[in-house]
């Protein structure tokens, strides 16, 4: 037997079985959230930073953070993930943040997360205090329900 091309749900609903999106499927619009943090004060481990509210029934598809750098040097382990109340590494893992530059993407259980009620996405700190002044900033991209 050889290959065998198969649709993915998504394809098979809009282009093979001519669906209509709704909130389902997610075919709305795709909305961009910019957020940025700064460190405010010596921060302990757990510490978290509201960064944006993910709305009831949209589509998480996007994630990318860096930062300035939140350690002191190189080596220092001050890690940030990116979650919610549920888990604190839902739309980023726990990534080293030390030196300016570091980067963190969509972390896979957060790849079409879809909550149903608006959640806050949350900074969580880990490794130590992070150096006060520092920022991490990015963009989350998530699709809004049709309709």
Same mark, same amino acid.
Not at 127 to 132: H, I, L, N, S
Not at 139 to 144: G, R, T, V, W
């Given at each position: 037997m050889g290959a065998v091309n198969r649709d993915s749900t998504i394809? *098979?609903?809009r282009y093979t079985n001519k669906y +209509? *999106? =709704? $909130?389902? #499927? *997610?075919? !709305?619009? /795709?909305v961009p959230f910019p957020f940025e943090l700064t460190v405010v &004060? %010596? &921060? #302990?481990? !757990? =510490?978290?930073y509201n960064l944006f509210v993910l709305p009831a029934n949209w589509r998480m598809t996007f994630l990318f953070c860096t930062t300035d750098g939140l350690g002191a040097s190189a080596g220092a382990g001050r890690t940030l993930s990116i979650g919610d109340s549920g888990s604190a590494t839902r739309f980023m893992l726990a990534t080293d943040f030390d030196v300016s530059g570091a980067q963190g993407f969509l972390a896979g259980a957060g790849v079409g997360y879809t909550p149903t009620? =608006? #959640?806050? @996405? /949350?900074?969580? &700190? %880990? *490794? !130590?205090?992070? @150096? @006060? !002044?520092?920022?991490a900033f990015g963009? $989350? +991209? %998530? /699709? %809004?329900p049709a309709g």
């Open positions: 394809y *098979g609903n +209509l *999106g =709704d $909130a389902r #499927t *997610g075919f !709305g619009n /795709l &004060s %010596a &921060s #302990t481990v !757990g =510490d978290t009620a =608006d #959640t806050i @996405v /949350l900074a969580t &700190s %880990a *490794g !130590g205090a992070w @150096v @006060v !002044g520092k920022k963009i $989350a +991209l %998530a /699709l %809004a």
